[in-house]
């Protein structure tokens, strides 16, 4: 059973950059397809993107062209780069792990994700 746990969340400006870590144990990360999503107040839980086991990625539409997710499989550690950051995109991010290959649109399930983290703050304002 794998255990992730997120860091990296922050205060930043319109227009600036984070770099979000979901460090995992218990497992290799490679075992596993690996989802940010984020959750706003009064908001339904997004999905943002994910990457599959053989490093296959996807995004949410209002992240595409902004956001990068990476894994290093020595790290045990994924990663969300987060660049030309606005205020919408402030929620609490959370790394998931889900066992499942998850193709097409089901990765934008999070039923399908079976291990969580805390979640981390990501608040963008000027």
């Known amino acids: 059973q794998v255990q992730v746990v997120e860091s990296g969340g922050g205060l930043v400006q319109p227009g600036g950059s984070l770099r979000l870590s979901c460090a995992a144990s218990g497992s290799p990360l490679g075992y596993y397809t690996i989802g940010w999503f984020r959750q706003a107040p009064g908001k339904e839980r997004e999905g943002v993107s994910r990457?599959?086991?053989?490093?296959?990625?996807s995004y949410g539409d209002s992240v595409k062209g902004r956001f990068t997710i990476s894994r290093d499989n020595a790290k045990n550690t994924v990663y969300l780069q987060m660049n030309s950051l606005k205020p919408e995109d402030t929620a609490v991010y959370y790394c998931a792990a889900s066992p499942r290959a998850l193709v097409g649109s089901s990765w934008y399930d999070f039923r399908q994700y079976d291990y969580w983290g805390q979640g981390t703050q990501v608040t963008v304002s000027s």
């Open positions: 990457i599959t086991f053989g490093g296959s990625t």
